[in-house]
């Protein structure tokens, strides 16, 4: 499959995983290109496609919480920031992305 | 002047606002991509991570003695002003 083909899959696959969980994509148009595009170099490289912008810890357990859509895992955190660390999602209720704040789980749980 | 430390992940579209952030006031700062960093300097990082409790959400600048966790540009600048950076 075509780099480009890849990416429309994912793009196709996480549209409803989201979806049931109140996110949609991001209307920064930019940013889901370069995540979507990211994500398809990281899952040729690990072959999984990781979040962008969550490091690999080298443990199963551990990065299996940062799978694209990684909402699930980190959902009190994320609903509170109302998008996702990398901000390829936001709450479908989000028309302006760029006021959104990205704030550590500790500071978004405090 | 205070040290200033990114680290950051080369896939990352907010890690490259931070440096932006920093290469547009023209305030000088190390970074490290994490991952295109070396094995050891990865574990290395890890652990002291792990000791400060952070996790590996990137990007996270160092200011002094102020860690920030995401691009918080507000936070950056208040940071550099407390660290007397003008």
New interface residues.
């Given amino acids: 499959m075509s780099v480009s083909d890849r990416k429309e899959s994912l793009r196709a696959q996480f549209q409803g995983a989201v979806d049931v969980l109140g996110y949609k994509y991001t209307p920064d148009t930019e940013l889901v290109e370069w995540c979507l595009d990211q994500e398809v170099i990281l899952e040729q490289k690990h072959g999984i496609p990781f979040c962008p912008c969550q490091g690999l810890n080298y443990r199963r357990e551990k990065d299996m919480r940062i799978v694209c859509p990684c909402i699930p895992w980190h959902r009190a955190h994320f609903d509170k920031m109302k998008r996702c660390w990398c901000g390829l999602f936001v709450h479908k209720d989000v028309e302006d992305p760029d006021q959104l704040v990205q704030m550590s789980e500790a500071e978004a749980l405090q | 002047m205070v040290k200033i430390m990114i680290y950051a992940?080369s896939?990352?579209?907010?890690?490259k606002k931070a440096k932006r952030y920093f290469v547009d006031k023209n305030i000088p700062f190390d970074f490290m991509d994490?991952?295109l960093a070396t094995e050891e300097d990865?574990n290395r990082v890890?652990r002291d991570f792990e000791k400060r409790?952070?996790?590996?959400?990137?990007p996270k600048a160092f200011i002094g003695d102020k860690i920030i966790?995401?691009?918080?540009p507000d936070d950056y600048e208040k940071a550099l002003q407390e660290a007397g950076v003008p």
């Fill in positions: 992940l896939t990352c579209p907010w890690c994490y991952d990865q890890r409790n952070l996790d590996l959400s990137f966790s995401g691009y918080r």
